[in-house]
């Protein structure tokens, strides 16, 4: 149990759905990310919050907006995805914004048809 | 552009067996981290490796770091079936973003 938990586990949408997925970390952090993992590329960060500030938006589209309402949680909103979307969507948190180990939740696994 | 390169990208060696993995990164920086992810699962930190010359060994698996090459070796020793997974290396030499390469997928047979 690594103390980073996401939820849904899976989420199947439509192209013109909107839901969100939820991050919640258990270990006293300050710093949040969002990462997505295509098949056969690596990694890609898309943001980091940091004391609920967002401090990176790697380039990520529009159709995905983040919230921090706290140093704890962590939602990425969605909405007119494309089935290029479909991913695992890996929550992390960190110590302290940058230079410290990240952990990582769960993912979840979203397709979008 | 910061590249992470790692190789073998695909590996399957038989129980009892060494190899290495390496991880080579195109700009400076002092810190690395490696990482294991089973399939379906999220990734579980392994090593993280915070100077020149830094080993860290747990069970089977050694990590060493050397900055002035820009290298990292993940060596597996007398590999077994359970170490079979998918290993990231990532470095952070901009002191926000993780940067991954993009896996060595390890089968461990019999």
């Known amino acids: 149990e690594t103390g980073v938990t996401q939820t849904p586990r899976h989420l199947v949408m439509g192209m013109t759905n909107k839901k969100s997925l939820k991050c919640e970390q258990h270990?006293?952090?300050?710093?949040m990310y969002w990462y997505k993992q295509s098949a056969k590329k690596p990694l890609e960060l898309m943001f980091v919050?940091?004391?609920?500030?967002?401090?990176e938006n790697n380039s990520v589209p529009s159709r995905f907006s983040p919230e921090c309402p706290n140093s704890s949680h962590l939602f990425l909103h969605l909405h007119t995805l494309q089935p290029e979307d479909s991913a695992l969507y890996l929550c992390?948190?960190?110590?302290?914004?940058?230079?410290?180990?990240?952990?990582f939740g769960p993912g979840t696994r979203l397709t979008v048809l | 552009e910061l590249k992470v390169e790692q190789n073998p990208l695909f590996l399957s060696m038989q129980e009892g067996k060494n190899y290495t993995i390496y991880c080579n990164y195109s700009?400076?920086?002092?810190?690395l981290y490696w990482y294991r992810q089973d399939p379906g699962k999220s990734l579980e930190s392994l090593f993280v490796?915070?100077?020149?010359?830094a080993v860290k060994q747990e069970g089977r698996l050694m990590a060493s770091l050397d900055t002035k090459a820009r290298l990292s070796t993940l060596h597996i020793t007398a590999a077994v079936h359970d170490l079979s997974a998918t290993y990231f290396c990532?470095?952070?030499?901009?002191?926000?973003?993780?940067?991954f390469g993009k896996g060595t997928s390890l089968l461990v047979t019999p």
């Open positions: 992390a948190s960190s110590q302290e914004f940058g230079r410290n180990e990240q952990f």
């Open positions: 270990l006293g952090h300050n710093a």
């Open positions: 919050y940091n004391f609920k500030e967002q401090t």
């Open positions: 700009t400076t920086s002092d810190r």
């Open positions: 490796l915070l100077s020149n010359g």
């Open positions: 990532a470095v952070d030499p901009s002191g926000y973003a993780l940067n």
